[in-house]
Nanobody, 112 residues
C-alpha cells in the first residue's frame, strides 16, 4: 500500500500550488480521501475531505474559498488545488485514505 504526495514547494504569498496524491495497493475508489497539514510546533489539522465518489467535499474554515479538493478514480489520484496561499498555510501536507492509509507528506512553504 502506498500514498505518494507531490507538488509541494516554495511559493510567494498569493501564489498557487497543486498537490497530488497517487494511491496504489488498495481499492482507491472505496475510500474517502482527506488532506491534512501540520505546521511546525502544531498538531495535524484536517484541511479538506472528499467522498469516495467525489460527490461530497468539506473544507476547514481556514481554507474555504481558496482550496479545492478533487479526485480522479480512473487515475487513483487525489488533488488539492491551493490558491491565494498565505504564510500561515506553510506546513507539511499529508494525504489520507480514510481510515487507515497515510502518505509521507510534502512540504509547502509560503514566503516572500
Amino acid at each position: 500500500v502506498q500514498l505518494v504526495e507531490s507538488g509541494g514547494g516554495l511559493v510567494q504569498p498569493g501564489g498557487s500550488l497543486r498537490l497530488s496524491c497517487v494511491a496504489s495497493g488498495f481499492t482507491f475508489s472505496d475510500h474517502d480521501m482527506m488532506w491534512y497539514r501540520q505546521a511546525p510546533g502544531k498538531g495535524r489539522e484536517l484541511v479538506a475531505a472528499i467522498s469516495n465518489t467525489g460527490g461530497s467535499t468539506n473544507y476547514a474554515d481556514s481554507v474555504k474559498g481558496r482550496f479545492i479538493i478533487s479526485r480522479d478514480n480512473t487515475k487513483n489520484t487525489a488533488y488539492l488545488q491551493m490558491n491565494s496561499l498565505q504564510p500561515e498555510d506553510t506546513a507539511v501536507y499529508y494525504c489520507h485514505a480514510w481510515p487507515q492509509y497515510w502518505g509521507q507528506g510534502t512540504q509547502v512553504t509560503v514566503s516572500s
